[in-house]
């Protein structure tokens, strides 16, 4: 179902589920280790995983919890759309397609409850995040001035999503 590259003579099992309170702290632990200061807080999290209007997704590697993505889906214009809120990778299963899995897993849930659009803004100096959402077909519809605090823009991506 989702294809990761492999490092040297490893191979990695690839599991990507609904997340659960019990992966709660983990969840935490990624956040922090992805964003430090900058990170959702822990009741934040939980409001996510507790909420009916979001999703949270995690991924494991060979039984290991190695990052979530969290995602709503909105009403706008008479539309319904997908919104991602955070994409998280832990450092030593970067690059591997973790992120890359995640997000189709997330369009694809959006797509069953009939979302047309995928969305979210990103940091504009993060290249990372960027080259992610691009690889993945999602287009640079604008910049938001001073989203994340004064001098810090983001950018806002969409993707149409094929019903
Ligand atoms: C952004 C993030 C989620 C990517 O996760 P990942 O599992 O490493 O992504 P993938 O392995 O699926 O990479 C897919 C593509 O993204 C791009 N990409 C990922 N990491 C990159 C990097 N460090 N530099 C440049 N491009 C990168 C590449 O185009 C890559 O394809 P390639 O490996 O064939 O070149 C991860 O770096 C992360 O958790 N960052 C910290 C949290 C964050 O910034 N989240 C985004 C908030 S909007």
Redesign the pocket.
């Known amino acids: 179902m989702f294809s990761l ?1 492999t490092r040297g003579m490893h191979n990695f099992s690839l599991e990507i589920r609904e997340a659960e309170q019990s992966d709660l702290d983990e969840i935490c632990k990624i956040e922090i280790e ?2 430090a200061e900058e990170s959702f807080t822990y009741p934040q999290l939980k409001y996510y995983l507790d909420s009916p209007n979001f999703i949270t997704l995690i991924a494991s590697i060979n039984g290991e919890k190695a ?1 979530f993505i969290v995602g709503s889906i909105e009403d706008a214009g008479g539309e319904r759309v997908g919104h ?1 809120y ?4 832990k450092l030593k ?10 997000l189709k897993a997330l369009e694809r849930f959006f797509i069953k409850r009939g979302a047309v659009r995928s969305c ?4 504009s100096d ?4 960027k ?2 959402y ?2 993945l077909g999602y287009k640079p519809m604008g910049v938001i001035r001073d989203y994340y605090g004064l001098g810090f823009d983001a950018i806002r991506f969409e993707k149409t999503l094929r019903q």
Request: aromatic share 6%; with cysteine; proline share 0%.
């Open positions: 590259k992805c964003f990052g991602i955070t994409i998280d990778v299963f970067r690059r591997i397609g973790v992120g890359s899995a995640l979210l803004e990103v940091r993060n290249i990372a995040a080259n992610l691009l690889k």
